[in-house]
């Protein structure tokens, strides 16, 4: 018999687990009342990126849009500008999206219909349950990383857990698990469990609240459930940036849209070798870096010394950035700016300026490396 369907186990998995929450549970800012916006805002947040990472983006963001309204009211760029730095830009525009959708077609408050919440944009079945029972209760179940990984072993599930069968038996697992009282939290639990117990490797079952109920553990299957599919090896990309410098300003470019950093500004980069990670329009790989700034912004530039590396990872890329200092070649009457082919701006740029122009983590790396020292790239120290 599976564990799930022998006598009173998940009334005792659900009474220990939700015992173990009331005292253990760590005290997030999300987690202070039940608005639905802010645990929209922290599930969005929570995409691919740990708890530790987003408290303090959380805040930050909240304080700038303390609301559902004062969001959709908002323009993309302020918004994409209180989310840098956490990544996972696309995350940022599907929270825009659903909260002026949520203003528009609900008039400002959280629909209750899991069918309703799941059309918002960016919203599918887990952040849906985590959701509808944080926010109101409803007895909803979640599958995610940390929830999928306990419900695996909870009930030894020995199938690739990102399969359709084992997959439909972890929410199956799920909905039986969270239906009753208490339904926020015990999903709440259920996380709280994969993140602070049952780790993924090395999970602590000495002083685990569902120890005995646990039916890896009582094979021993910990190592080895949950099966996930092989890691695809990442993909080296190399690209360089000119960090051209006249008049003490700075050459500064907006990426257009669609793409991954449409309307992030940059230094202006060319693909070097491999695929281009952000989908930049109108430069192939292997284009030069004198004659891609001249292309990217219309003005032909003298490429300088190296003066700074970096490496990034971006989805499954892993970019290597060189970054020349460089200066516009004389020209009588000096260089007009025309952005060119995946630019919608172009602009010198006070340095002072650098900090209010939405950028890439990468790209704050590289304004943090010239602020350290201005005249290794030819600006005033
Ligand atoms: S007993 Fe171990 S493997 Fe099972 S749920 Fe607890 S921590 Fe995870």
Redesign the pocket.
């Known amino acids: 018999m599976a564990p799930e369907d022998a006598s009173g186990w998940l009334a005792g998995v659900r009474e220990r687990l939700l015992a173990w929450f009331d005292v253990e549970k760590r005290p997030l800012p999300w987690r202070a009342d039940r608005d639905p916006y802010r645990i929209l805002v922290s599930e969005m947040m929570l995409v691919q990126t740990t708890v530790a990472a987003v408290v303090s983006y959380f805040d930050r963001f909240v304080a700038e849009f303390p609301d559902l309204a004062s969001l959709a009211a908002a323009d993309e760029e302020r918004v994409l500008k209180a989310w840098e730095g956490l990544g996972y830009y696309r995350r940022a525009r599907q929270l825009h999206a659903a909260a002026r959708a949520i203003v528009a077609d609900h008039g400002g408050g959280m629909p209750r219909d899991p069918a309703a919440v799941r059309a918002l944009p960016g919203v599918g079945r887990y952040m849906a349950g985590a959701i509808l029972s944080q926010a109101f209760d409803l007895p909803e179940p979640i599958v995610e990383a940390n929830s999928r990984r306990?419900l695996a072993?909870?009930v030894a599930e020995r199938g690739e857990v990102t399969t359709a069968k084992p997959l439909a038996r972890l929410w199956e697992v799920a909905g039986r698990l969270v239906a009753g009282e208490r339904a926020g939290d015990f999903n709440q639990a259920l996380m709280e469990?994969g993140a602070l117990?049952?780790a993924p490797r090395e999970?602590?079952?000495l002083i685990?609240p569902?120890?005995e109920s646990?039916e890896?553990?009582r094979l021993g299957l910990?190592a080895e459930i949950p099966r996930l599919p092989a890691r695809t090896a990442s993909q080296e990309v190399a690209e360089a940036c000119a960090v051209v410098v006249d008049a003490g300003r700075v050459l500064m470019v907006r990426r257009a849209g669609p793409g991954l950093w449409a309307g992030f500004w940059e230094f202006p980069t060319v693909h070097l070798v491999g695929p281009d990670p952000a989908g930049r329009g109108g430069l192939g790989p292997s284009i030069d870096l004198e004659r891609g700034v001249e292309r990217l912004t219309g003005v032909e530039i003298v490429v300088g010394s190296l003066v700074h590396s970096l490496s990034y990872g971006v989805t499954r890329y892993r970019v290597r950035l060189d970054a020349h200092a460089a200066t516009p070649r004389p020209r009588p009457g000096g260089a007009e700016l025309v952005p060119g082919s995946g630019m919608s701006a172009a602009a010198w740029v006070e340095p002072g300026g650098l900090r209010e122009l939405t950028m890439s983590a990468a790209g704050r790396r590289l304004v943090a490396a010239i602020r350290s020292d201005p005249a290794a790239w030819g600006l005033p120290e």
Do not use: G, N, S
């Open positions: 306990v072993r909870l469990l117990v049952c999970p602590r079952c685990c569902v120890a646990c890896a553990r910990q």
